[in-house]
């Protein structure tokens, strides 16, 4: 047991090599730690000689919470000067990098604090800020620099791929006329036993950008490649038939399904404004019952059913709202299926002239993108691993309000979604 009360003091405190002078505890404000640095003989860089303390600057950098409180950190540090005559030396200020970086506001523990409740655990800047006591930027800024050097150092966060997801994500929308920017997640989308992760986020969604990306990676981890996952979008399409001609192609089950929703919604307003002459209101069937068509068949009780037949039956006189939820579940159930052949005539059938339109456009995309749906039943590489990144991105977004530079955007996903090794935290230099 520690008896010493000066002493039990700096253990409290926890830094390296320095003594203790005093807190200062005023309600409301932050707790005030008063350290020094323990006084060894300083010597010139210069020439050598004995140098002398000319004086003590004092400087005051945020530091973790203590007992729940926003703590100040006040570091009493000796100015030394050179008495040899004819020494350029001026004076100078001793540095520890193991309290704080010159000029950091943060003490360098809490800057690595910072960093992994906002990059790992996906807290807001805003809500570590408060913890903290202090301003945004002073976090933001702690976060990138740190994450920065983390993402740098964990050379091997990025491995073998065997199945390249690509996915496009709304950044931000900017300015008076919500600007909408693009950004293209590149996605290591996992596979049996295999964790998913974000692997890089780049500006815009274009077919170009995305494959000068993939063309400046090693020609051995490209050529490992086997699968190529992709929403129905042409540009992606290009990419992988340009830059990974070799990797088999997979339509995303998540984005198919989607789009058949889609055409679903599409073809419920269109009945419904024939039928009734509006778009429509709260009492209106099939506007009742439009969280209930596109709800997954199996998820729906005896109530929920009865429901939905009653709402087609009053609102669907053609029954063509029947006709396009039915392909809506056709298209659910080819991923359902494990028969390749059977798969396929689900895919065939749907080609009917007497069918709405909805469905005929519908069956029209799954003929264009009929290889790369039925690849699925080969490469087994599920929606779940794409669609788990897309939701942390979409999370990040969410919490990362207020980011509005691409570069800090990408740190913050990349730290979040991109299972960095955070072990290496401790050992990373900041710059
Ligand atoms: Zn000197």
């Not at 998913?196 to 000068?212: D, F, M, P």
Request: aromatic share 8%.
């Amino acid at each position: 047991m520690e008896s010493n009360p000066t002493r039990m003091c700096e253990l409290l405190v926890g830094l390296p090599d320095v003594v203790v002078l005093g807190v200062d505890d005023v309600a409301g404000e932050p707790i005030v730690v008063v350290v020094e640095s323990v006084l060894d003989q300083g010597w010139c860089r210069e020439c050598g000689s004995k140098a002398r303390v000319k004086d003590r600057s004092r400087v005051t950098h945020v530091d973790l919470p203590c007992f729940g409180r926003p703590t100040r950190l006040v570091w009493s540090k000796p100015r030394w000067w050179c008495p040899a005559a004819g020494c350029p030396a001026r004076s100078w200020t001793i540095t520890d990098p193991r309290i704080a970086w010159p000029r950091a506001a943060l003490t360098d523990r809490a800057a690595r604090w910072v960093t992994v409740q906002v990059g790992r655990h996906g807290r807001s800047v805003s809500e570590v800020a408060g913890e903290l006591g202090c301003d945004w930027h002073t976090v933001n800024d702690a976060v990138i620099t740190y994450g920065t050097a983390l993402l740098d150092a964990d050379t091997d966060r990025v491995g073998a791929v065997d199945a390249l997801g690509l996915d496009e994500t709304l950044f931000f929308r900017e300015g008076p006329r919500h600007h909408k920017k693009w950004c293209t997640s590149i996605v290591d989308a996992g596979g049996p036993g295999r964790q998913s992760k974000l692997i890089e986020v780049i500006e815009g969604r274009t077919a170009k950008v995305v494959s000068e990306w993939i063309d400046a990676q090693p020609q051995d981890w490209r050529t490992e490649i086997r699968w190529g996952v992709l929403d129905m979008s042409g540009p992606y399409r290009k990419v992988f038939n340009d830059s990974l001609g070799h990797a088999t192609q997979i339509a995303d089950p998540f984005h198919v399904v989607k789009h058949a929703n889609e055409k679903l919604d599409e073809c419920r307003r269109r009945v419904q404004n024939e039928t009734l002459g509006h778009r429509g209101r709260k009492d209106d069937p099939l506007y009742r019952g439009r969280r209930l068509f596109t709800k997954a068949h199996e998820r729906l009780d005896e109530a929920g059913e009865a429901k939905l037949l009653g709402l087609l039956e009053a609102g669907d006189p053609k029954g063509e709202v029947r006709m396009t939820w039915h392909a809506k579940e056709t298209v659910r159930q080819i991923y359902a299926i494990e028969d390749y052949d059977k798969a396929t005539k689900f895919i065939d059938d749907m080609a009917d002239e007497t069918m709405p339109i909805e469905v005929q456009s519908l069956s029209r995309t799954l003929t264009r993108w009929r290889s790369q749906i039925l690849a699925w039943h080969k490469a087994k590489v599920t929606n779940g691993p794409t669609e788990a990144i897309n939701n942390l991105i979409k999370r990040v977004k969410r919490i990362g309000f207020g980011l509005r530079r691409f570069s800090h955007y990408r740190i913050r996903v990349l730290l979040y979604a991109g299972h960095p090794n955070w072990d290496l935290l401790p050992t990373i230099t900041p710059r």
